[in-house]
Protein backbone atom coordinates (compact mmCIF):
# COMPACT_ATOMS: atom_id res chain seq x y z
CA UNK A 1 0.00 0.00 0.00
CA UNK A 2 1.40 2.93 -1.39
CA UNK A 3 1.36 6.62 1.96
CA UNK A 4 -1.53 8.69 -0.79
CA UNK A 5 -3.61 5.09 -0.85
CA UNK A 6 -3.85 4.80 2.98
CA UNK A 7 -4.54 8.97 2.79
CA UNK A 8 -7.18 8.43 0.63
CA UNK A 9 -9.31 5.35 2.42
CA UNK A 10 -9.02 7.71 5.19
CA UNK A 11 -10.23 11.00 3.88
CA UNK A 12 -12.87 9.15 2.47
CA UNK A 13 -14.38 7.73 5.77
CA UNK A 14 -13.84 11.21 7.03
CA UNK A 15 -16.48 12.95 4.87
CA UNK A 16 -19.40 10.10 5.88
CA UNK A 17 -21.93 11.34 8.44
CA UNK A 18 -20.62 9.24 11.39
CA UNK A 19 -16.45 9.97 10.33
CA UNK A 20 -15.05 8.23 13.84
CA UNK A 21 -16.63 4.96 13.18
CA UNK A 22 -16.17 5.13 9.62
CA UNK A 23 -12.10 5.69 10.15
CA UNK A 24 -12.38 2.90 12.28
CA UNK A 25 -14.04 0.60 10.01
CA UNK A 26 -10.97 1.38 7.52
CA UNK A 27 -8.48 0.62 10.74
CA UNK A 28 -10.50 -2.55 11.30
CA UNK A 29 -9.84 -3.53 7.49
CA UNK A 30 -6.30 -2.48 7.45
CA UNK A 31 -5.65 -5.24 10.60
CA UNK A 32 -4.56 -8.28 8.56
CA UNK A 33 -2.14 -5.52 6.80
CA UNK A 34 0.12 -3.94 9.85
CA UNK A 35 3.35 -4.55 8.40
CA UNK A 36 3.28 -3.41 5.38
CA UNK A 37 1.60 -0.23 6.68
CA UNK A 38 4.67 0.06 8.88
CA UNK A 39 6.94 -0.54 5.72
CA UNK A 40 5.43 1.87 3.95
CA UNK A 41 5.63 4.41 7.01
CA UNK A 42 9.50 4.08 7.21
CA UNK A 43 10.16 7.09 6.12
CA UNK A 44 8.71 8.97 9.43
CA UNK A 45 11.05 9.28 12.26
CA UNK A 46 7.62 9.57 14.32
CA UNK A 47 9.83 10.76 17.27
CA UNK A 48 10.42 14.00 18.23
CA UNK A 49 7.01 15.64 18.51
CA UNK A 50 3.95 15.79 15.92
CA UNK A 51 6.20 17.90 13.43
CA UNK A 52 8.52 14.82 12.70
CA UNK A 53 5.19 12.64 13.05
CA UNK A 54 2.73 13.71 10.78
CA UNK A 55 2.12 12.15 7.10
CA UNK A 56 -0.97 14.24 6.70
CA UNK A 57 -2.89 16.81 7.45
CA UNK A 58 -6.13 19.31 6.64
CA UNK A 59 -8.65 21.30 8.77
CA UNK A 60 -10.56 18.11 9.77
CA UNK A 61 -7.81 14.96 9.18
CA UNK A 62 -4.42 14.36 10.62
CA UNK A 63 -2.74 11.12 10.05
CA UNK A 64 0.71 10.21 12.46
CA UNK A 65 2.68 7.45 12.95
CA UNK A 66 3.46 7.76 16.21
CA UNK A 67 6.76 5.92 17.77
CA UNK A 68 7.19 5.74 21.81
CA UNK A 69 10.73 4.22 22.87
CA UNK A 70 10.91 2.45 25.96
CA UNK A 71 10.59 4.16 28.55
CA UNK A 72 8.72 6.77 26.97
CA UNK A 73 5.26 8.02 28.89
CA UNK A 74 3.39 10.98 27.89
CA UNK A 75 1.77 13.83 30.26
CA UNK A 76 -1.77 13.98 30.74
CA UNK A 77 -3.20 15.30 27.40
CA UNK A 78 -6.19 15.96 24.99
CA UNK A 79 -6.00 16.16 21.03
CA UNK A 80 -8.62 18.81 19.98
CA UNK A 81 -10.54 16.26 18.36
CA UNK A 82 -11.75 12.83 18.32
CA UNK A 83 -9.15 10.23 17.79
CA UNK A 84 -8.51 6.41 16.42
CA UNK A 85 -5.22 4.74 16.97
CA UNK A 86 -4.10 1.07 15.22
CA UNK A 87 -1.26 0.04 16.84
CA UNK A 88 1.33 -1.58 14.30
CA UNK A 89 4.00 -3.01 16.83
CA UNK A 90 5.08 -3.36 20.13
CA UNK A 91 2.62 -2.60 23.17
CA UNK A 92 1.18 0.57 24.70
CA UNK A 93 -0.78 1.23 27.61
CA UNK A 94 -3.32 4.03 27.41
CA UNK A 95 -4.40 5.05 30.67
CA UNK A 96 -7.91 7.06 30.04
CA UNK A 97 -9.06 9.75 32.31
CA UNK A 98 -12.40 12.11 32.27
CA UNK A 99 -12.96 15.61 33.86
CA UNK A 100 -14.70 15.98 37.11
CA UNK A 101 -15.66 19.42 37.26
CA UNK A 102 -12.27 20.43 35.90
CA UNK A 103 -10.61 17.87 37.94
CA UNK A 104 -9.02 14.72 36.42
CA UNK A 105 -10.25 11.36 37.12
CA UNK A 106 -9.39 7.78 36.02
CA UNK A 107 -11.51 6.25 34.08
CA UNK A 108 -9.76 3.05 32.42
CA UNK A 109 -7.08 1.35 31.44
CA UNK A 110 -6.42 -0.32 28.12
CA UNK A 111 -3.32 -1.95 26.61
CA UNK A 112 -2.46 -1.78 22.72
CA UNK A 113 -0.55 -5.07 20.94
CA UNK A 114 -0.45 -4.92 17.67
CA UNK A 115 -3.98 -4.80 15.54
CA UNK A 116 -5.19 -3.55 19.04
CA UNK A 117 -7.59 -0.20 17.83
CA UNK A 118 -8.89 2.73 20.32
CA UNK A 119 -10.67 5.44 19.61
CA UNK A 120 -11.19 8.12 21.92
CA UNK A 121 -13.80 11.42 22.17
CA UNK A 122 -12.54 14.48 21.50
CA UNK A 123 -13.28 15.60 25.80
CA UNK A 124 -10.50 12.17 26.66
CA UNK A 125 -7.34 12.52 28.01
CA UNK A 126 -4.77 9.66 28.10
CA UNK A 127 -1.70 9.37 29.08
CA UNK A 128 0.48 6.73 26.55
CA UNK A 129 3.02 4.84 27.50
CA UNK A 130 5.40 1.99 25.73
CA UNK A 131 5.41 -0.95 27.61
CA UNK A 132 7.78 -3.15 24.95
CA UNK A 133 11.18 -3.63 25.00
CA UNK A 134 10.90 -2.11 21.61
CA UNK A 135 9.09 0.89 20.45
CA UNK A 136 5.73 1.30 20.04
CA UNK A 137 4.22 2.15 16.37
CA UNK A 138 1.33 3.46 16.04
CA UNK A 139 -1.28 4.76 13.13
CA UNK A 140 -3.16 7.70 14.66
CA UNK A 141 -6.17 9.29 12.95
CA UNK A 142 -7.63 12.37 14.04
CA UNK A 143 -10.40 14.15 12.76
CA UNK A 144 -9.52 17.89 13.02
CA UNK A 145 -6.24 19.88 12.26
CA UNK A 146 -4.64 19.08 15.88
CA UNK A 147 -1.58 21.58 14.69
CA UNK A 148 -4.29 24.39 15.13
CA UNK A 149 -7.21 23.11 17.68
CA UNK A 150 -6.82 24.07 21.20
CA UNK A 151 -5.47 21.45 23.30
CA UNK A 152 -4.49 20.88 26.52
CA UNK A 153 -2.09 18.85 29.08
CA UNK A 154 -1.26 18.25 32.51
CA UNK A 155 1.40 18.62 34.68
CA UNK A 156 2.42 14.76 35.58
CA UNK A 157 3.07 15.34 39.51
CA UNK A 158 0.46 18.81 40.26
CA UNK A 159 -2.21 17.59 37.45
CA UNK A 160 -2.17 21.31 36.72
CA UNK A 161 -3.92 22.36 33.35
CA UNK A 162 -1.95 23.87 30.74
CA UNK A 163 -2.48 25.06 26.89
CA UNK A 164 -0.26 22.67 25.13
CA UNK A 165 3.05 23.68 24.33
CA UNK A 166 5.44 21.70 23.22
CA UNK A 167 8.71 22.57 25.34
CA UNK A 168 7.13 22.16 28.49
CA UNK A 169 5.02 18.95 27.07
CA UNK A 170 8.90 17.71 26.96
CA UNK A 171 10.04 18.54 30.07
CA UNK A 172 6.51 16.94 31.58
CA UNK A 173 7.00 13.91 29.30
CA UNK A 174 10.43 13.84 31.15
CA UNK A 175 8.62 13.98 34.36
CA UNK A 176 6.27 11.33 33.31
CA UNK A 177 8.44 8.75 32.48
CA UNK A 178 10.44 8.96 35.15
CA UNK A 179 6.80 8.19 37.86
CA UNK A 180 6.26 4.33 38.99
CA UNK A 181 2.81 4.54 36.74
CA UNK A 182 0.81 7.29 35.27
CA UNK A 183 -1.45 9.35 37.55
CA UNK A 184 -3.92 7.87 39.36
CA UNK A 185 -6.90 10.33 40.83
FE1 LIG B 1 -2.33 11.28 22.58
Known sequence: MKVHELVARCALARESADPMKSVRGVLEDLRGDIAEIERTLGYISGVGGNARQVFYRSPDLTLLKVCFPNGRRTPPHDHGAWA???????????????????????????????????????DTVHVAECLSDKPAIGLHVYGGDIFELPRRMWNPE???????????????ARIASKAASAPAP
Open 84 to 122: TILLLSGEEKNTLYRRDNGALRKASQVTLTPGSILTMRA
Open 158 to 172: TLEEHALDWALYENF
